[in-house]
């Protein structure tokens, strides 16, 4: 088990921009499995973006697909999520989460992963 800390998330204009980070202290994130994750009031957590242990494997919600993307920086331990046009249906609080367990799926949109953040609050109203 380890911690993991989302931040970036904010108050945004319909078709504004964020980008979400996700960090894990004491802990690399190479290697691991990782997800983003989202979930809005009354509805169901939904995985949104997914980013495999050798990196080289990404996956996304077609409801976000073309529109938000998943990256890493080695270095700084840090996954991404840019978000571009953002519509008020993305409204949510967003996780990342992460698993360095083989038998998690690579690059997964279900919440299989053991490790989670606290999430940040995205809104994004007029």
């Known amino acids: 088990q380890f911690q993991l800390v989302e931040s970036g998330g904010g108050l945004v204009q319909p078709g504004g921009s964020l980008r979400l980070s996700c960090e894990a202290p004491?802990?690399?994130?190479?290697?691991?499995?990782i997800g983003w994750f989202r979930q809005a009031p009354g509805k169901d957590r939904e995985g949104v973006a997914c980013?495999?242990?050798?990196?080289?494997?990404?996956g996304y919600a077609d409801s976000v697909k073309g529109r938000f993307t998943i990256s890493t920086d080695k270095a700084k331990n840090t996954v991404y999520l840019q978000m571009n046009s953002l519509k008020p249906e993305d409204t949510a609080n967003y996780y990342c989460?992460?698993?360095?367990?083989?038998?998690?799926?690579?690059?997964?949109?279900?919440?299989?992963?053991?490790?989670w953040g606290q999430g940040t609050q995205v809104t994004v109203s007029s």
């Open positions: 989460a992460a698993d360095r367990d083989p038998r998690v799926p690579i690059c997964t949109l279900l919440p299989l992963y053991a490790n």
């Open positions: 980013i495999g242990s050798g990196y080289d494997l990404t």
């Open positions: 004491g802990f690399t994130l190479d290697g691991a499995n």
